[in-house]
T-cell receptor
Framework: DAKTTQPPSMDCAEGRAANLPCNHS???????VYWYRQIHSQGPQYIIH???NNETNEMASLIITEDRKSSTLILPHATLRDTAVYYC???????????????FGKGTMLLVSP | ETGVTQTPRHLVMGMTNKKSLKCEQH?????MYWYKQSAKKPLELMFV???????ENNSVPSRFSPECPNSSHLFLHLHTLQPEDSALYLC??????????????FGEGSWLTVV
């Protein structure tokens, strides 16, 4: 099961910042938080990931709370092309395999409007 | 462009056909994955390969048969599928399958329709 909780949908006006929340209260000390997005009919696109510190790249910023139980993905200036389903994922090691994978939940459908 | 290329992008096959999906990664990664996304369902992990060895089989029916001839290529052989197997099949790769900090990159997917 996914270890995260996200709102099913959010709206954002074009040009404004989009702040997407994620709760991961059972996260363990060595588990990373990953964010992906999926535009309809396409493969998931990697956005950003982090462990403890806040992270920023050309696409977005990731703010992780000090207790690591929640995080926020920030798209600083949303455009219409940012309309997509956004997935917050805690990457874990599989109990049976010992290998780490991504378990996707339902994500947040972000609709950016003019 | 993610460096992971899947072909074909669209495939229609009958229930008695045999077909294959192909994935190639140009990232020098050692781990490759197959995921399945059915309509209105979350992505589901199917298989994980690490250094050409299958390390995870997520209870996938035998009508789906993966093959990893080298670390750059991954195939999913399909035979006697059912209409409910119609879905988007996604290939992905990462530097290795163990590191929690190694990003997994996805291809654009292959849309499969079983008639």
């Amino acid at each position: 099961d996914a270890k995260t909780t996200q709102p099913p949908s959010m709206d954002c006006a074009e040009g404004r910042a989009a702040n997407l929340p994620c709760n991961h209260s059972t996260i363990s000390g060595n588990e990373y938080v990953y964010w992906y997005r999926q535009i309809h009919s396409q493969g998931p696109q990697y956005i950003i990931h982090g462990l403890k510190n806040n992270e920023t790249n050309e696409m977005a910023s990731l703010i992780i709370t000090e207790d690591r139980k929640s995080s926020t993905l920030i798209l600083p200036h949303a455009t219409l092309r940012d309309t997509a389903v956004y997935y917050c994922i805690v990457r874990v090691v599989g109990l049976s395999s010992g290998y780490s994978t991504l378990t996707f939940g339902k994500g947040t459908m972000l609709l950016v409007s003019p | 462009e993610t460096g992971v290329t899947q072909t074909p992008r669209h495939l229609v096959m009958g229930m008695t056909n045999k077909k294959s999906l192909k994935c190639e990664q140009h990232l020098g990664h050692n781990a490759m994955y197959w995921y399945k996304q059915s309509a209105k369902k979350p992505l589901e992990l199917m298989f994980v390969y690490s250094l050409e060895e299958r390390v995870e089989n997520n209870s996938v029916p035998s009508r789906f048969s993966p093959e990893c001839p080298n670390s750059s290529h991954l195939f999913l052989h399909l035979h006697t599928l059912q209409p409910e197997d119609s879905a988007l099949y996604l290939c992905a790769s990462s530097q290795d399958a163990g590191g929690l900090g190694n990003t997994i990159y996805f291809g654009e997917g292959s849309w499969l329709t079983v008639v």
